[in-house]
């Protein structure tokens, strides 16, 4: 058996785990998952009305608050959240302790009044109080976005705009832009050697 030969299962060995580990590195930079964090300051567009005057577009927004929230709260709790294109919801004091709003592992929804967006990829809550209401997660539905639903499960401080920011994320683009890099190098690699069985 020529040398040719004999390196030719080797080469095929180190492709395979070449393009299995760009291919898991892709994986892994789409399932990044970042923790809300603070704003230092949130422009609020208060063009949001919750008896839906002046407003164009409806939004069902639902909030579960997490079991390690206290039994109930007297926080005062707002919500701001938008697209990519400077269209913002502002939806003030959704709280209301009568109705037994955001107690302990409860779900509360919603319908909130504002501009009509496109798709949803920016949520921040306002928290001021003294309970220390923690929420789950905040899930979003509009007309023109898909169901989008961001994660809290994380005390957030009080008097701050706290919350995500996907619209932005450079880091998570930069990742997937260079995974995709990655695997297509892999790709011509693979058909390079594979040129090569053939001749």
Avoid at 60 to 67: A, K, L
């Amino acid at each position: 058996m020529s040398p040719a030969m004999t390196s030719r299962p080797a080469m095929l060995f180190l492709l395979v785990i070449t393009v299995a580990s760009i291919t898991s590195g892709v994986q892994a930079s789409r399932s990044i998952v970042f923790l809300p964090q603070p704003l230092s300051s949130l422009d609020i567009i208060n063009t949001t009305l919750h008896q839906g005057q002046n407003a164009r577009c409806s939004f069902t927004v639902s909030i579960r608050t997490s079991c390690s929230s206290p039994t109930y709260t007297r926080d005062q709790i707002s919500l701001a959240f938008g697209d990519a294109y400077g269209n913002q919801v502002y939806a003030p004091r959704l709280d209301d302790p009568a109705s037994r709003a955001f107690e302990r592992c409860s779900k509360d929804t919603y319908t909130v009044y504002g501009p009509c967006t496109y798709q949803i990829c920016y949520v921040y809550l306002y928290r001021s109080g003294y309970d220390g209401w923690i929420p789950y997660d905040v899930t979003i539905y509009g007309y023109n976005s898909k169901a989008v639903t961001f994660i809290y499960n994380v005390a957030i401080p009080g008097n701050t705009w706290y919350g995500h920011n996907y619209c932005r994320s450079r880091a998570v683009k930069s990742a997937g832009n260079l995974g995709w890099s990655l695997l297509s190098v892999g790709s011509t690699m693979l058909y390079t050697i594979a040129g090569l069985f053939r001749g």
